[in-house]
């Protein structure tokens, strides 16, 4: 399964980014989701700082502080493959972290209800495509010991698969996937 799902995650790199990406899309993506999720004063919003060929998600990131809502980042972890969340506001200092991703200086440490994820390629049933480390299956299966939580895949629309991409036991679904021509709701379809 290994071999063939890094051929397919490779395949899936070079697809991303090879996508003429129009400056739009990330409002149009932002648009999407604010469409379909709602989210209460309290909620502790996950997003992530993009690199290579993601999609941007500062515009949603933008609108989210302009609602008072909590906005966080990943810090990968030395320890395990999990991820901690530390809260990012729009004046935080940002450093690279332990993969060179920016993480906020001040470290102050908060438990998401939402996650935005990055990937390469999600299927029909929302199972995402991701870099191969695990730290978001590993992460999302630490949370939802606590509590529920939303996993929303963050994509341009060209990254959807129509076959089912190859999957493994830990690998977890997401719940919606948001790109700039539409949502794909995968809620209670999961298979």
Avoid at 11 to 20: E, G, L, Q
Avoid at 23 to 38: I, L, M
Avoid at 143 to 150: A, D, M, S, T, W
Avoid at 155 to 175: G, I, K, N, V, W
Wanted: with cysteine; net charge negative.
């Amino acid at each position: 399964m290994s071999e063939h799902k890094d051929f397919v995650r490779q395949n899936a790199t070079r697809h991303r980014d090879a996508i003429k990406v129009d400056p739009d899309w990330a409002g149009q993506a932002a648009d999407h989701f604010f469409e379909v999720v709602s989210l209460a004063g309290t909620a502790v919003v996950a997003v992530y700082y993009p690199i290579r060929s993601e999609i941007d998600p500062s515009v949603i990131v933008e609108r989210l502080w302009q609602k008072g809502i909590t906005v966080c980042l990943p810090i990968v972890q030395e320890d395990d493959r999990s991820l901690r969340f530390c809260v990012w506001r729009r004046d935080s200092g940002l450093v690279p972290g332990r993969m060179g991703i920016l993480e906020p200086f001040e470290k102050e440490y908060v438990s998401p209800d939402v996650l935005i994820i990055p990937l390469l390629a999600f299927d029909q049933c929302g199972y995402r495509l991701g870099y191969g480390k695990g730290h978001y299956d590993a992460t999302i299966t630490k949370l939802e010991e606590e509590k529920p939580i939303l996993k929303i895949g963050l994509a341009f629309a060209e990254q959807a698969c129509l076959l089912a991409l190859p999957r493994e036991e830990h690998d977890c679904p997401m719940d919606i996937v948001v790109t700039e021509q539409r949502v794909f709701d995968f809620r209670g379809r999961n298979t």
